[in-house]
C-alpha cells in the first residue's frame, strides 16, 4: 500500500532539516583600539630600523669628514713650517745631484739649523720591496740619520726634518736605499749627495 502524499512530504522536509550545516560560531574581532595600538607599534618599530641604519651611515661619515680634516690640518701646518723656512734668512737650501745608481735623480733641502728642513725629491726609482729611501746629515764626517722616507712612481717624495740635536754644523746630505724603517748608519747604496755651503 502507497504511503500518503503527505508522509512523504514529511519525510523529505526531515531529511532537507537535518542535511543544513550547523551554524559557525561567531568570529570575535579585536577592538578597533588593539588594531590600531598593533599598527602603531609596529610603525615605531619600522621608524627605529631606520633611524638606526641612518645614524650609523651619518656617523661613518662624520668619522670620515674628521679625518679628511685632520688630514688637511697637518698639510696647512706643515705648508706653514715650509712657508717660515723659506722666509727665514738663515735657511740655506741644498742641491743634491745624482749618483751613479740614479744620476737623473735631483733634490732640494731647504735648511734651517733651528728649525730643521724640508726636503724635495725627484728622479728616484721606486724603493723595492721591504727598502726605503734614507737621508743623513754628516756632520764632523759622521753621518747622523734625518728620517726615512719613500718615492711616488713619478720618483717623487718629501721629507719634513727635524732639527738636529746635538750637531753643531751640517756639512753635506746624502741619501742612501736602506731596509725599510732605516738603520743607525748607512750601508746602502748612496743615490744623491749635495754640500751645504
Do not use: C
Not at 5 to 24: E, Y
Not at 62 to 83: K, N, W
Amino acid at each position: 500500500m502507497a504511503p500518503p502524499p503527505s508522509v512523504k512530504a514529511a519525510l523529505i522536509a526531515r531529511l532537507a532539516a537535518q542535511a543544513r550545516p550547523a551554524p559557525l560560531p561567531e568570529r570575535r574581532s579585536w577592538p578597533r583600539w588593539r588594531l590600531a595600538w598593533a599598527g602603531a607599534l609596529a610603525l615605531a618599530a619600522l621608524v627605529t630600523g631606520y633611524l638606526g641604519i641612518t645614524v650609523n651611515a651619518l656617523n661613518r661619515e662624520l668619522a670620515r669628514r674628521a679625518e679628511e680634516v685632520t688630514a688637511l690640518q697637518t698639510r696647512v701646518t706643515q705648508q706653514q713650517e715650509l712657508l717660515a723656512l723659506l722666509r727665514a734668512p738663515e735657511t740655506r737650501i741644498v742641491a743634491l745631484g745624482g749618483l751613479p745608481p740614479s744620476p737623473v735623480a735631483r733634490a732640494l733641502m731647504w735648511w734651517h739649523r733651528e728649525s730643521g728642513g724640508f726636503l724635495v725629491v725627484h728622479g728616484l726609482p721606486e724603493a723595492p720591496r721591504g727598502k726605503a729611501y734614507q737621508l743623513w746629515m754628516i756632520a764632523g764626517g759622521k753621518p747622523v740619520s734625518a728620517g726615512v722616507f719613500g718615492v711616488d712612481p713619478r720618483g717623487s717624495g718629501t721629507l719634513r726634518v727635524k732639527p738636529a740635536r746635538g750637531v753643531a754644523t751640517v756639512e753635506m746630505f746624502a741619501v742612501t736605499l736602506e731596509p725599510a724603517g732605516g738603520l743607525p748608519r748607512p750601508s746602502g747604496a748612496m743615490y744623491l749627495a749635495g754640500k751645504v755651503l
